[in-house]
């Protein structure tokens, strides 16, 4: 059985061993594995993480059995009444059962009990896989950006967004 559990600051270093143990296959026929590597030290350090959740993001993971198999990171009102998922991953050998909708689901409620009308996320634009299972959830492109993350790298995302 899965269940999907609030994070608390101690269940970060599971969050963080999670983004390194999924991050080489999502990104690695799109990003470079300098790129990959310079972004795992850059948004999963566990001060940066700990910083995330005191500004008030939330994390929640995804276990069976008490073991990690995924986790969110969410900020709500990032714009008026939307909720932000800044993060989602689910390890490779748990993707296809069901995971990411738990996950969703529980986004989903977290967003309703804040208020939220939308939610939104960002996808690198050439990691079609992602876009597929956003699209065929329901989530559609509303902009695309490029965002400057230093030592010469960029996001070239599509921003997509769900309407509650």
């Given amino acids: 059985m899965i269940e999907i559990v609030p994070a608390q600051k101690e269940d970060l270093i599971l969050v963080r061993e999670i983004a390194h143990k999924t991050w080489p296959d999502t990104f690695g026929e799109v ?3 300098e790129q990959i590597s310079y972004m795992l030290n850059w948004m999963y350090s566990l001060e940066t993480l700990e910083k995330q959740m005191d500004e008030g993001h939330h994390f929640f993971l995804a276990k069976s059995e008490e073991i990690p ?3 969110t ?3 709500a009102n990032y714009e008026p009444h939307k909720i932000k998922i800044h993060k989602i991953y689910i390890l490779p050998e748990a993707q296809g059962k069901g995971i990411g ?3 969703f689901a529980q ?3 977290t967003a309703l009990e804040n208020q939220q009308s939308h939610l939104l996320l960002n996808v690198n634009q050439y990691n079609q896989p992602a876009i597929n299972f956003y699209q065929r959830y329901g989530f559609y492109e509303i902009r695309r950006e490029v965002i400057n993350i230093g030592q010469g790298y960029v996001m070239d995302d599509i921003v997509f967004e769900f309407k509650l």
């Fill in 69 to 71: 198999l995924g986790f």
């Fill in 73 to 75: 990171g969410i900020q």
């Fill in 31 to 33: 990003l470079s594995p």
């Fill in 101 to 103: 909708k738990l996950l």
């Fill in 107 to 109: 986004i989903k409620k």
